[in-house]
């Protein structure tokens, strides 16, 4: 039978507005897992909750599970992310917007510090050199 011969049909989820899916409490088990791994290897890993069929109710109660941390960050380049340390430490809840403000991409990422947060060598080169050149202007 041919793929196009098969019938599609999009079932409604039976979730109202507001419920729960049973999909976020899961997270809570491998987000755990992910800080292990954190903790024994260095290995910094994510979650991408816009891939995974929450509600957002799912992502409201996991935010509220996970709770709020000492440290929140905002990064401006082209649109507004915003890092936000959960009460885990460790657990940190990113979130990417587009320079119209729409949400463009979400994360649970387990980390020390944000990758995203982290200077690149390069950077640190540029930075290194107009501190040189600060440095020079003094003489």
């Known amino acids: ?38 903790l024994a290897s260095g290995e910094t890993s994510a979650i991408d909750l816009q891939a995974l069929p929450l509600t957002p109710a799912d992502l409201e109660w996991l935010r509220e599970q996970l709770g709020e941390g000492e440290i929140a960050v905002t990064l401006n380049a082209d649109g507004e992310s915003s890092l936000d340390e959960t009460a885990c430490p460790g ?6 917007h587009n320079p119209m403000g729409a949400v463009v991409s979400a994360f649970i990422e387990v980390a020390f510090v944000p990758e995203v947060v982290k200077a690149h060598p390069e950077d640190v080169v540029i930075g290194l050199e107009h501190l040189e050149l600060l440095i020079s202007d003094l003489s």
């Open 91 to 96: 657990v940190w809840w990113i979130t990417h």
């Open 1 to 38: 039978m041919p793929l196009d011969a098969i019938p599609v049909v999009i079932a409604p989820s039976g979730l109202r507005a507001g419920e729960l899916s049973g999909n976020a409490p899961p997270l809570l088990r491998e987000i755990a897992e992910m800080v292990r791994r954190l």
